[in-house]
């Protein structure tokens, strides 16, 4: 179960300023003249740049997306909080959703469950993370923990052609270390045979790995054809960092 479309998504995280437009320019020009593979890419950048760089980007390949929302569909007495409707407002095409980091401030399954409702409603394409820590992968409990996190937080009745799911194993986030081939085999199959057999969904489950994706190891990543694309953080801060990721990947 593939998908001949495949994904290059940044996260920026607490990064950037006006200034950094000019990443944002180089990479579109990169995508602009590239002519290998079929892919589409989302630089997914803090709330206080949505609008501005989506003014800036018109493409059909290229988007700009949000790192989180708050769960409430609209306004609400949520002292810095943005709702989905808000991103929507000011162009964000993309939301990443349940990404780890704020699981450990808080977010739960029924938090994301609610952001992810949230978020469709506003018709935002959802980026949802889920992975195991690394006790969790030293007791074996990787699969039962994609399905607990995936059942628990994405509901029957969601558009799932527009959720895009993303194992990012917590384990793996800035640390260099990743999954072998073997093991990223396995769990992609898992995790896409989980889908079809608890959603009602024609098309393929769309699956991006993230984890310490580079230019160095993207060679190997490319090799695995049930891994639809990649969710790149660090590395997407820099606009040869991420072209070169793009480039190797088709070498």
């Known amino acids: 179960m593939t998908n001949k479309l495949k994904y290059f998504i940044g996260n920026w995280k607490m990064f950037g300023d006006n200034s950094s437009l000019k990443v944002i320019k180089q990479i579109y020009k990169f995508r602009t003249d590239f002519k290998t593979g079929k892919n589409k890419i989302v630089i997914c950048v803090p709330n206080t740049l949505i609008s501005f760089f989506e003014k800036k980007i018109k493409s059909k390949f290229f988007y700009i997306g949000a790192q989180n929302c708050h769960q409430n569909p609209g306004y609400g007495a949520f002292t810095g909080s943005v709702s989905a409707s808000m991103l929507k407002k000011v162009g964000a095409k993309y939301v990443i959703l349940g990404h780890s980091e704020n699981r450990k401030s808080g977010d739960t399954n029924k938090i994301i469950q609610e952001k992810i409702k949230s978020a469709l409603d506003a018709k935002i394409n959802v980026i949802f993370c889920f992975g195991e820590t690394l006790n969790e992968k030293r007791s074996k409990k990787t699969f039962s ?71 160095n190891n993207i060679s190997m990543f490319s090799s695995i054809s049930e891994i639809d694309g990649f969710l790149i953080g660090g590395a997407s801060q820099s606009a040869k960092k991420f072209i070169d990721i793009i480039k190797n990947y088709y070498k």
């Not at 009602?200 to 993230?210: A, D, E, F, M, N």
């Open 145 to 215: 923990v994609i399905r607990n996190q995936i059942l628990g937080s994405v509901k029957k009745n969601y558009t799932i052609k527009n959720i895009f799911f993303a194992y990012e194993p917590v384990w793996s986030i800035g640390t260099g270390k990743t999954p072998n081939v073997d093991e990223l085999k396995k769990t992609f199959n898992y995790i896409k045979n989980e889908i079809k057999k608890n959603f009602k969904t024609r098309s393929l489950p769309i699956v991006l790995y993230g984890g310490s994706v580079n230019h």
